[in-house]
């Protein structure tokens, strides 16, 4: 942390994200495209915080109907039966199925609120301008961006379980308005993680290292 | 804009203000699109739930929190959420979540009742359970007032939401009713029976029953019920009778009811009128009593056969019954009889009087013509009504030739003279005809004995007749030989000859009546037997 390295911003050059060729600016003009590979040209990705937090609060927000209603509705010559997320782990629970049942918790119920929290935590230190742990919480974003796809597996599951039990009528599985929430939540996290800039983690770091030393100097 | 005036004194320079960074991004509506949608959701969510309530049940069998449903025709509206045992520790108390659309009719005479396999008399409901796991029925209620508060039934209501009325029975014995036996009309079910108690002095029962639309119509004041039970098989006077509803009836039991015919308009009972249950439909449809009364007969000979109810016919019409058989002892004259108690209502049973005002009479014209009717030999006897049961009427007749007897019509009731009849007459035929029998067959073995030398001498008369016969061939031979034609032997024996043919005649003759009257060997020939 005591090193403060130079960053292509301080110099006004710009990095391209698709091919990585460094470029100047036109004279006049902030943005534009790699001389390269034709890509749009940012010093950092616009208002990226913002887009992050306005897609985590979408995300919470759905996340609250998707546990609470339900995602599958099976209906058997008995009846109809609606199962939320958490019903169908408790269903699964037991002495042979925990497995499954642990990676539907995992899955569907954990991770989806750990990427909220996780993100929600990167954005209030970035915001803040925190300095610290600054290596592990790219390693969190990092973390958050691979795992975050993985979620999708619980709404791919349960569209196929849709698609493949339809035994009329004797049986048929129907969706539950909380699968579209639940997707909702998924893709809305996946995009807050896109829309998230993590060079901002350290453009706040390396400004305060250059205010500390100049406060000292 | 013109340009900087050089002349005017130097006037400051405004603040340059940057142009702001921080406007809202548009991306900001996908957050408002989902919070929208959340908010919508838990809205409808509030709105949805509707009224909880709960229901006491004597038992949580079959229950299941979040599982059990409440249904209603069909249609889940409800389900329960929770199952305690009440302080009681003999009930459960079920809280159930309803749909918000039953807010109205959830009213003080609901009725819950948990629906699983049941099987009343041949009926078999609630199969559907068996997949489905039990449920609660309900049936609406009739009241305004609201109430959250319910006790379960223990057995479903049988009258369901089927329109129709209720009516009570009296019946002296259930037989083979009970709840939810069939009512047939005309051997259409036609209703069940509800439900029925002792009444409160025990005398009878009160059988509710349940006559659906549109046959409930069909019931009025008039309105005859009966036991339809099983198959009502009656051996009385009048033969053996047969009388069935439906297998169905014959299995399970039921009740049928009939209106009387009449011309008068049928009027539809109120609900809850009262009837009689009668055991069979024969008693169902007796005419109602008109004028009865009652006389004393009295009778020496036996009256095994006779029963309480037997028919009072007057010229084979029933026109009442006997209602008492008490035998009696005399210690004076030393003597059995029994008296029988009979009810006469001729005009119950449709007979009708010619000359006869019915306003205007009188005891006295009653007497008189009782009177004159037993002087010209008005009897009662008892006849056989039935040959193979061997049960017995009373018949009133006017007997030629009666022993004269008058009425005492200072009795009460009064006696009416008897004459033996029946079976008592058949034993006193029968035994005049054994003695005449037993006459006849002593003369019959006379006859026997008399036959016997009959033929033992006709047996004698053949012997001789074949002796005849041979001296008469030696005769013709010596005579071929010996005799001329006109001589005296020939003469003698064509005498001789002619005497052999008579006798062979007679023979014939005798042959002859043997073969057309081969009885005449034993009761030798008519006329003949008297000697």
Known sequence: MSVTNPTAMEHGLQSCHGCGLLSRPAPGAHEGRCPRCDEDLVFRKPDSLQHTLAYLVAAAACYVPANLLPVLTTTTAGGSESDTIMQGVVLLWSPTGWPLSLIVLFASIMIPSAKILALGYL??????????????????????????????????????????????????????????FFAAVVVLTMLAVESFDPRLIWDTADAKETQKKVQYA | MPDHD????????????????????????????????????????????????????????????????????????????????????????????MHPKTKDFLVKDL??????????????????????????????????ESERHFVALETPPLTGDVPGRIFILKAPELGSLGTGTPIYYRQLPAGQVVSYELDKDGGFLNVKIFVESPYDHFVTKDTRFWQASGVDVSLTAAGLHVQTESVMSILAGGIAFENPTSDA????????????????????????????RAYLLVFKQSVRGLSVGAPVELGGVNIGEVTQISPQFDANKMEFSIPVMIQVDPQRYGVKFLGWDNDKETLSIRQKIMNSLVARGLRAQLKTGNLISGALIVSLSIVPNAPPATLDWSQNPVEIPTVSGGFEAIE?????????????AVDARGTLTNADTLMLSLDKTLGTTRGTLTNADNLINNAGTMIAPDSVMNTELNILLQQGGDAARALRILADYLERHPEALIHGKPGEAKQ
């Open chain 1, 123 to 180: 954005l209030i230190t970035v915001k803040r301008g925190s300095i610290t742990n600054n290596a592990q919480r790219v390693r969190l974003y990092r973390m958050v961006e691979i795992i975050g796809r993985w979620s999708m597996v619980d709404v791919f599951v349960d569209t196929f379980t849709v698609s493949l039990i339809q035994l009329q009528p004797l049986m048929s599985v129907e969706p539950g308005p909380g699968l579209l």
């Open chain 2, 6 to 97: 050089p002349s005017l004194p130097p006037v400051p320079e405004s603040k340059a203000v940057p142009k702001k960074r921080t406007r809202l991004s548009l991306v900001w509506v996908i957050p408002i699109v989902a919070a929208a949608a959340g908010v919508w959701i838990a809205v409808t969510k509030i709105l949805e739930k509707g009224p909880e309530i709960t229901i006491v049940f004597s038992s949580a069998d079959g229950l299941v929190a979040n599982k059990t449903k409440v249904n209603y025709d069909g249609l889940d509206i409800g389900m329960l959420t929770s199952i305690k045992l009440m302080d009681d520790h003999k009930h459960v108390i079920a809280t159930a979540a």
């Open chain 2, 111 to 144: 009725k819950f009742w948990v629906v699983k396999p049941r099987m009343s008399g041949l009926n078999i409901t609630g199969l559907g359970t068996l997949l489905s796991g039990n449920y609660i029925g309900v049936q609406l209620g009739e009241s305004k």
């Open chain 2, 265 to 292: 308009p049928q009027v539809p009972a109120e609900a809850n009128t009262g009837f009689t249950l009668f055991d069979k439909r024969a008693t169902a449809f007796e005419p109602p009593p008109v004028d009865p």
């Open chain 2, 428 to 440: 006193d035929s029968v035994a005049t005809l054994l003695k005449n029998l037993d006459k006849v």
